[in-house]
């Protein structure tokens, strides 16, 4: 874009045009990232189109400048590209009404909280963001941050700041407020309550009694399962928008024409027409979550990693490899669908080709290395339980195996392999911790029981089962010395092989 190119801003002639813009803040969003911004906003933005109310959005970011700023410079407003390799549309929610960095602001994220025009506390903050400790799934008592929080002073963690908000809201008289989860952790509105509790619950003598009163009657945390891949921005990206626009946007949002949302309908302060953009509201958020976080999350987590170690940057180009794609079948339909129920309505075939046909958008360009990130989190989400329930059934998960011995061979190779540059794009709270296992392994089998066996880092479980630990070491030496190739067709040989066996009993059976 030139110079002269105006920014976007609500005067200036766009061909995408703001839909209605909010009057009010009626919701306050911590984690003002991309995909905050490319999902909830949206659909924010059709329940005002649709219904109106005082819903407008006031986001806090964690720490960065960079989008607040530049947000405040485009009076709130950016664009999400809707990309498809046919086509690229623009949407302009313009549904925020403020933005500030919770960092440098952290008394007034508790004053938001408090604030009885706020009625909805919405949360994309990840996985770590919740200060838990994932072998216990309890609020993390030795969390530096949760320890200054509990000291006192303004808040820095994001439980933190919601239990010190709620405590400020409570002794203001507070009227009911809901905590919406939009996060990828198992039972997420439960989870966060607990965690909100655990923490007023250290807090010294009847210092949170008004609070958890207030707690038991005037506040909900609903469940919630979001759904869209959004990658970063690149300045291709803000090139092609801006030419489309006919305005500079220094913070458009790339993601792909899919989106979901399932949410549980329990809002104590009342909630936007959120249906009017397509949400679900259900009582069976638990299942589309496991569908979600285990054929979605689990299958592309496989992908990244098998698609790192292959030399390839995204996802598309992974995913079109024969091997990485036979991979990614099998663990799908043979280790990850077996574990779930399928909401109702839902056709699970025709979700499964469209999972394929979303991995392989090669217009989105979603790196294998962001979709790899932090997977010592995001894996204690998704493998434990469908890995435990083959484990149980006498079968082994040979593909789950390869995505863990995947993930070790990215975050933390033995000596002497190099995982490629994609791999060590990726980064993991736990990189440190394990490249320590890793430099003093001798082989595959010893680096996975320290991780797995001793570090639980998936979870009592599964640093139980012996053989798996030993079937992931197999395949992060197969890898190391034979390659990656190699070790895809050994595990996917295996699976089918474990399949056939499984079906030729049935058939034996009177």
Not at 89 to 107: K, W, Y
Not at 420 to 447: C, F, I, K, Q, V
Request: aromatic content about 6%.
């Amino acid at each position: 874009m030139s110079i002269e190119t105006p920014v976007l801003r609500r005067t200036t002639p766009a061909s995408a045009t703001p839909l209605v813009a909010p009057t009010a803040a009626g919701i306050l969003h911590l984690g003002l990232g991309s995909f905050h911004r490319a999902h909830q906003a949206v659909y924010t933005a059709a329940a005002l189109e649709t219904a109106g109310g005082d819903w407008g959005i006031v986001g806090v970011a964690s720490r960065s400048r960079s989008i607040v700023d530049a947000m405040h410079a485009q009076d709130m407003l950016y664009s999400v590209a809707t990309i498809s390799p046919g086509s690229t549309s623009l949407t302009i929610p313009g549904v925020h009404t403020d933005a500030f960095v919770g960092a440098e602001q952290p008394e007034r994220v508790i004053a938001q909280i408090a604030d009885p025009g706020i009625r909805i506390v919405t949360l994309t903050v990840t996985e770590n963001g919740y200060s838990y400790s994932p072998a216990t799934q309890h609020l993390d008592l030795d969390d530096e941050s949760v320890r200054a929080d509990l000291r006192g002073g303004a808040p820095r963690s994001t439980i933190g700041q919601l239990a010190r908000g709620l405590q400020a809201r409570a002794a203001a008289g507070g009227s009911p407020i809901s905590i919406l989860s939009c996060d990828n952790l198992s039972s997420n509105g439960a989870h966060t309550e607990k965690l909100v509790r655990e923490f007023l619950h250290e807090l010294p003598g009847s210092e949170a009694l008004d609070a958890l009163t207030f707690l038991d009657g005037s506040v909900s945390f609903p469940s919630s399962m979001v759904d869209r891949i959004v990658p970063a921005t690149t300045a291709e990206l803000r090139d092609r928008v801006g030419t489309l626009l006919g305005a500079r946007d220094d913070i458009p949002v790339p993601a792909e024409p899919f989106t979901m949302w399932a949410i549980e309908d329990r809002f104590a302060g009342g909630r936007p027409a959120w249906e009017a953009g397509g949400a679900v509201f259900t009582d069976e958020v638990a299942r589309y979550e496991q569908m979600k976080v285990r054929l979605l999350n689990g299958t592309h987590s496989l992908i990244a990693y098998l698609g790192a170690l292959r030399g390839v940057a995204t996802i598309p180009e992974a995913i079109g490899l024969d091997g990485i794609e036979n991979a990614a079948r099998t663990v799908l339909r043979d280790e990850y669908e077996p574990s779930i129920e399928v909401p109702s309505g839902v056709d699970i075939r025709a979700y499964e080709s469209e999972l394929f046909e979303r991995w392989a958008n090669s217009a989105l360009g979603h790196r294998t290395s962001q979709v790899g990130t932090d997977g010592s989190v995001k894996l204690r989400q998704r493998i434990p339980e469908p890995a435990l329930r083959a484990l149980r059934h006498g079968e082994m998960p040979h593909l789950i195996a390869l995505t863990v011995a995947g993930y070790l061979s990215c975050i933390a190779p033995l000596p002497g392999f190099d995982p490629g540059p994609h791999a060590a794009a990726m980064s993991d709270s736990a990189r440190e911790r394990l490249a320590g296992y890793a430099a003093s392994a001798r082989t595959g089998r010893e680096l996975a029981q320290r991780v797995i066996g001793d570090l639980h880092l998936f979870g009592d479980g599964l640093g139980a089962h012996d053989a798996f630990i030993a079937r992931v070491g197999e395949l992060v030496d197969t890898i190391r010395q034979r390659g990656v190739d190699t070790a895809i067709a050994d595990a996917v040989s295996a699976s089918h092989a474990t399949t056939s066996s499984l079906i030729s009993a049935e058939e034996l059976q009177p």
